[in-house]
Nanobody
Framework: QVQLVESGGGLVQAGGSLRLSCSVS????????MGWYRQAPGKQRELVAA???????NYADSVKGRFTISRDNAKNTVYLQMNSLKPEDTAVYYC????WGYGYWGQGTQVTVSS
């Protein structure tokens, strides 16, 4: 059983910063991609950033230059540093990992950016 535990969401003013963390646990993990998605009210879930194992990171155009994804393979943890936050970044943020070809999701953490 693979479990993802997210933390770091909250309420912040526009221009502020937040750092999300997602810790992955389970036996026999073979993690390839680690990433973050978000879903705003009334909108579809969208990719924010992804970090393939041994590959290059990729970002949604809307967050390039403001968000940074990183991962600690020894801790099976992925992070999302979010700077210069905007009200349109308000959403539930979900951690995603792919382990041995199967996708797993975190429970989601709310990020609210006030104007």
């Amino acid at each position: 059983q693979v479990q993802l535990v997210e933390s770091g969401g909250g309420l912040v003013q526009a221009g502020g910063s937040l750092r999300l963390s997602c810790s992955v646990s389970g036996s026999g993990l073979g993690i390839d991609v680690m990433g973050w998605y978000r879903q705003a009210p009334g909108k579809q879930r969208e990719l924010v950033a992804a970090y393939p194992s041994g590959g290059t990171t990729n970002y949604a155009d809307s967050v390039k230059g403001r968000f940074t994804i990183s991962r600690d393979n020894a801790k099976n943890t992925v992070y999302l540093q979010m700077n210069s936050l905007k009200p349109e970044d308000t959403a539930v943020y979900y951690c995603y990992v792919n382990s041995w070809g199967y996708g797993y999701w975190g429970q989601g953490t709310q990020v609210t950016v006030s104007s």
